[in-house]
């Protein structure tokens, strides 16, 4: 099965920076990777999939690059609402795969 | 709305069996794969099982592959996850979720929880 890491585990910042995350698989993915938030005591929200779609509804603030094996999500400028955890998972192939998630904290 | 229901979850022994089910409104059911999802307490999510819309193939991860099984009722638009010889390690809240580009998933159940315990 594919594994994905996610790097760093916490990141610390302020309301109004710039936020950069990331998933690195263990093989290619073909670009099949989506972000999903997590904030306390709610279900994943999907954010952005296929490396760099938008879900329904999704700021534009919420952006995703990549290829291959290393992808990026970067939030431009943090709103108090974005303080969460963020997991990536990719649909290459069964099994998909979560990571284990970047924390976001103010 | 799109809607995604769980029930069923409760505490087993280890060894025991428990099925879960997942009620689903709000959407042409039968135009939609649905996975089961668990996180354990304090943990990321790990995906589980899928069905696909018609119900013609199923795929499981390997820690439940052979315990697990996954099925639909597309007349009750229901899914139903029969989870067998069931060990601590699967204590979580299972959620429902609905596919979204065969793997993700956009709409997710709010979760039942499986306690596995002595």
């Known amino acids: 099965e594919i594994v994905l890491t996610q790097s760093p585990v916490i990141l610390s910042l302020s309301p109004g920076e710039r936020a950069t995350l990331s998933c690195r698989a263990s093989q290619s993915i073909n670009g099949y990777l989506a972000w999903y938030q997590q904030r306390p005591g709610q279900v994943p929200r999907l954010l952005l999939y296929?490396?760099?779609n938008r879900a329904t509804g999704i700021p534009a603030r919420f952006s995703g690059s990549g290829s291959g094996t290393d992808f990026t999500l970067t939030i431009s400028s943090l709103e108090p609402e974005d303080f969460a955890v963020y997991y990536c998972?990719?649909?290459?192939?069964?099994?998909?795969?979560f990571g284990g998630g970047t924390k976001v904290e103010i | 709305q799109v809607q995604l229901v769980e029930s069923g979850g409760g505490v087993v022994q280890p060894g025991g069996s428990l099925r879960l089910s997942c009620a689903a409104s709000g959407f042409t059911f039968s135009d939609y794969g649905i996975h089961w999802v668990r996180q354990a307490p304090g943990k990321g999510p790990e995906w589980v099982a899928v069905v696909y819309s018609d119900g013609s193939k199923k795929f499981y991860s390997g820690s439940v592959q052979g315990r697990f099984t996954i099925s639909r009722d597309q007349s009750n638009n229901i899914v139903a996850l029969q989870m067998n010889s069931l060990r601590v390690e699967d204590t979580a809240v299972y959620h429902c979720?609905?596919?979204?580009?065969?793997?993700?998933?956009?709409?997710w159940g709010q979760g039942v929880l499986v306690t596995v315990s002595s």
């Open positions: 296929d490396t760099s």
């Open positions: 979720a609905r596919d979204f580009k065969s793997g993700h998933s956009d709409y």
């Open positions: 998972q990719h649909r290459s192939n069964w099994p998909v795969t």
